[in-house]
């Protein structure tokens, strides 16, 4: 599995666009790019999955260059309410691949100041 | 719609006890997960479900960790002979089948403590 390296943690204002950037340098052909919230006290939660180029839903977008060595979370106008732990996680979709676990990091921490 | 539970949501227990941890999956999921969560680190896998079977207990850290899933549905994580260390929350998911790296569900997790 190929190993993610996020920012440990961000802080940012209400009302502002947060951008949380992965690097996953050793990222395979079949691999997609997955973000995961957690709150505290819960389980983590999907928040968006990717291949390539741009992904948008009704929470977040997900950006990733050409190359996908990397890939960009980005949450607009965020809230109090999006104070959590953002995982950024990458894998085989194919279900032959064999291995079903998702691989967690740390983390980003992201705390939204008033 | 219901999302996954577990129970109960605290443990607390003291060394060498035995303990049971469940969780009942979203209907229709034929995939279930456990992972273990300790302070301040992301989720670690522990094993998966496929069915009844256990399709890769490879996380699973020694033989007093074992789980059983005998109806395709409900699971239960057992721990034998409970160490300190094996404190922190227990996390259980589910998915559709078939699609490895699909949505998982996650439960709000079992934080068990051991004394």
């Known amino acids: 599995l190929a190993k993610t390296t996020q920012p440990i943690s961000m802080d940012s204002y209400e009302g502002q666009e947060v951008n949380i950037t992965c690097s996953h340098n050793?990222?395979?052909?079949?691999?997609?790019i997955t973000w995961y919230q957690q709150f505290p006290s819960q389980g983590p939660r999907f928040i968006i999955q990717?291949?390539?180029t741009k992904v948008t839903n009704e929470v977040a977008s997900l950006f990733i260059p050409a190359d996908r060595k990397s890939s960009t979370l980005s949450l607009p106008r965020v809230s109090l309410s999006d104070t959590a732990v953002y995982y950024c996680l990458v894998g085989d979709m194919n279900s032959g691949a064999g291995s079903y676990q998702l691989t967690f990091g740390k983390g980003t921490k992201l705390s939204v100041i008033p | 719609g219901a999302g996954v539970s577990q129970t109960p949501s605290n443990k607390v227990t003291e060394k060498g006890k035995y303990v049971e941890l469940r969780c009942d999956p979203i209907s229709g999921h034929t995939a279930l997960y456990w992972y273990r969560q300790s302070l301040g680190q992301g989720p670690e896998f522990l094993i998966y479900f496929q069915g009844t079977g256990a399709a890769d207990d490879s996380g699973l850290p020694n033989d007093r960790f074992f789980a059983v899933r005998p109806e395709g549905s409900v699971s239960t994580l057992k721990i034998q002979r409970t160490e300190r260390g094996d404190s922190a929350v227990y996390l259980c998911?589910?998915?559709?089948?078939?699609?490895?790296?699909?949505?998982?569900?996650f439960g709000p997790g079992t934080r068990l403590t051991v004394l």
């Open positions: 990717g291949y390539k």
């Open positions: 050793n990222i395979a052909t079949n691999d997609y």
């Open positions: 998911a589910s998915s559709h089948a078939g699609f490895s790296y699909n949505e998982q569900f």
